[in-house]
């Protein structure tokens, strides 16, 4: 274990050099992709990235699925382990989550780090890294992400003599929605369906006809039509009493302030 500890540092103290992208992608169904693009043929052998949300929680964060042999170690899991038990680490043990300021593998939360590492040729068939890394990331409702580099374990780290690379001290950020964008309008709260900032007889229009349809019933995807996604106005999943309930409040108090779409 004292080896990996080394490599990693050895690749961490390499002087950042060249530009990685990081963008943010939305499915708007409660998942999305963080992906980090070195650009070809470079391979990111070690990644150290912080991850902080606000808005909704992440309930989920893995690296392209939970066995993917792209990274074989994760360093803070391997601390964890190795403080315990001396040779107590396997490759591929724990998880990527850790501690943004400090040394360990901790819950998966709203600020934390992802920390991993691909090493080769030891007893254990290593792995070799890629050009692009996916992180896939659950919601439980609409989310603004952010990531930047985690400055305590070195950010992005290539193969051979790519040494390290970063984002130009870069923050990226971006939502990951668990609904239609109508569920994003600032007056979606009361009613205002076509996000245009009133509650008018367009709105209720739909809104009514939502109402008429699907009244309680908690399925509005599938072949439903957005609109009534849309009319969905405190975003649970159905129309009902409640929501018609803000369409009335929305139709007596207007919006208030609001930005139209
Ligand atoms: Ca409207
Ligand atoms: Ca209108
Ligand atoms: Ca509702
Ligand atoms: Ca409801």
């Known amino acids: 274990m004292k080896k990996i500890l080394v490599s990693l540092l050895v690749l961490a103290l390499c002087t950042p050099a060249m530009a990685a992208s990081v963008t943010i992608n939305d499915n708007g169904d409660g998942t999305g992709t963080i992906v980090v693009d070195a650009g070809e043929p470079n391979a990111i052998v070690g990644l150290a990235l912080n991850i902080n949300a606000t808005g909704g929680n992440i309930t989920l964060c893995e690296i392209d699925g939970t066995a993917n042999p792209t990274f074989n170690i994760y360093p803070d899991a391997a601390h964890d382990l190795e403080e315990a038990e001396e040779g107590s680490y396997t490759y591929g043990a724990g998880t990527p989550i850790a501690d943004q300021e400090a040394a360990g593998e901790v819950a998966v939360s709203n ?15 290593g792995a070799d890294g890629a050009s692009t890394v996916t992180i896939n990331i659950e919601v439980d409702a609409n989310t603004n992400i952010c990531v930047e580099e985690n400055a305590l374990r070195g950010g992005i780290v290539l193969a051979g003599e790519g040494g390290g690379v970063d984002i130009n001290g870069e923050i990226v950020c971006g939502d990951i929605t668990s609904g239609p964008a109508c569920w994003g309008y600032d007056c979606h709260y009361r009613g205002d369906v076509d996000g245009d900032c009133d509650v008018d007889a367009d709105d209720i229009t739909v809104a009514v006809a939502a109402w008429t349809d699907y009244n309680g019933q908690t399925d509005l995807g599938g072949g439903k039509i957005i609109d009534n996604l849309c009319s969905d106005t405190d975003s649970d999943g159905d129309v009902d009493a409640d929501d018609i309930t803000d369409v009335v409040d929305g139709w007596n108090l207007g919006c208030g302030t609001c930005t139209p779409i």
Do not use: Q, R, Y
């Open 111 to 125: 600020s934390f780090a992802i920390s991993v590492g691909a090493l080769n040729g030891e007893e254990t068939p």
